[in-house]
Structure formats: C-alpha cells, structure tokens
C-alpha cells in the first residue's frame, strides 16, 4: 500500500517510509561533524570543510524528504518560491553585514 498522495495543487506528500528515511539520514549528517569535532583527529579545515559539506547535504536532504521539492513539474512553483525566499534572505543577510561592515568602518 503506497500512502504517498497528490492533492489539488500537484504537491504529493510522503509516506512514512521516505520520512524514516529522511530521519535517519539527518540523524547520520548530524553525527558525522560532531565525531569530526569530537575526535580531533583532523586538522582544522579538513574538519571544517567536512561540517560545511554536511551541513549542504543536510539541507538537500531536508528539502528532498520533508520538503517533498525534486525536478518534478509537479513542483517547479515550490521550487521557484523557494528561490525567491533565498534570494531575499541573501540580500536581508548580506544588506546586514555590509551597513554593519560600515559602521564598523566609520566608528574606528
């Protein structure tokens, strides 16, 4: 029995296996940069580079499975409104740290 289904607006929604799925691998991308962390064993931009890595791969693992976004047509608006909320957080993001950056500049 496949619980994944379609409602009126084309989105489908996931069944209980993708979201086990989507648990556990997010459970496995949390654990992978603290054991970086923890073990120490690595120098310091190998294990930065490892969390970064993790953490990108998290985010798409977070979108695929629980987000249900993917290359389907079914989802071309969501991923196009998702889009446009990165680009705003980009500009609200990045509109701080450059009047922050200035005013730092101009009280020095």
Do not use: C, E
């Amino acid at each position: 029995m496949n619980q994944t289904s379609i409602d009126s607006i084309g989105a489908r929604g996931g069944s209980l296996k993708s979201y086990g799925a989507g648990f556990v691998l997010s459970l496995i991308l949390t654990a992978i940069p603290f054991a970086l962390v923890m073990s120490g064993a690595l120098p310091s931009s190998v294990t930065l580079a490892g969390i970064f890595s993790a953490g990108i791969v998290q985010i798409l693992a977070h979108l695929h499975y629980f987000l249900h976004l993917d290359t389907s047509s079914a989802a071309s608006w969501n991923v196009l409104a998702l889009m446009f909320t990165l680009l705003i957080m980009a500009l609200f993001v990045g509109g701080t740290i450059w009047i922050m950056y200035n005013l730092n500049y101009r009280m020095m």
